[in-house]
Each structure stands twice: as structure tokens, then as C-alpha cells.
């Protein structure tokens, strides 16, 4: 199954704990799984990207990056 780049927002201050809880429910470890100012990125197939959205008590959304571009202004959109 292709993995899915997935970004899970999160209030300020509870990155570290949402990697936790992430880890937890996806097993995803290293570069498979990075917290960051406001979230955490993590790479996930589609059953964990369910199972986060579902069992998830940190995070606020679970976002698919559809995709990546550099970005300038709202003209680039």
C-alpha cells in the first residue's frame, strides 16, 4: 500500500505528546515520524491514517498533503 504524508495539527506545547500518541497507535518511528512546531508530520497508509482520525485525542485534524509546490502568494494558488 503507498504511504500518505499526513500533517496533524495540534495545540501549541502538545507536539511531543501527540508524536507519543501517534507512535502509539501507527508504530511509525524516525524520519517516518516527525513533531514540529503545531503538529506532527508523520507517513502512514491509509488504514492509519483512519485509525488516527478515528482514536486521535490530541489531534485537531488529520491532513493529506496532496501535494507540494513552492509557494509565493495567494496568485500561486
Given at each position: 500500500?503507498?504511504?500518505?504524508?499526513?500533517?496533524?495539527?495540534?495545540?501549541?506545547?502538545?507536539?511531543?505528546?501527540?508524536?507519543?500518541?501517534?507512535?502509539?497507535?501507527?508504530?511509525?518511528?524516525?524520519?517516518?515520524?516527525?513533531?514540529?512546531?503545531?503538529?506532527?508530520?508523520?507517513?502512514?497508509?491509509?488504514?492509519?491514517?483512519?485509525?488516527?482520525?478515528?482514536?486521535?485525542?490530541l489531534?485537531?485534524?488529520?491532513?493529506?498533503?496532496?501535494?507540494?509546490?513552492?509557494?509565493?502568494?495567494?496568485?500561486?494558488?
Amino acid at each position: 500500500m503507498n504511504d500518505l504524508s499526513l500533517f496533524l495539527p495540534c495545540a501549541a506545547g502538545v507536539e511531543d505528546y501527540l508524536a507519543q500518541e501517534v507512535h502509539a497507535l501507527t508504530g511509525r518511528v524516525g524520519e517516518d515520524l516527525v513533531a514540529m512546531r503545531g503538529g506532527v508530520r508523520v507517513r502512514a497508509d491509509w488504514r492509519e491514517a483512519l485509525r488516527l482520525n478515528l482514536h486521535s485525542r490530541l489531534a485537531q485534524r488529520v491532513l493529506i498533503e496532496l501535494a507540494h509546490a513552492p509557494y509565493r502568494n495567494e496568485h500561486d494558488l
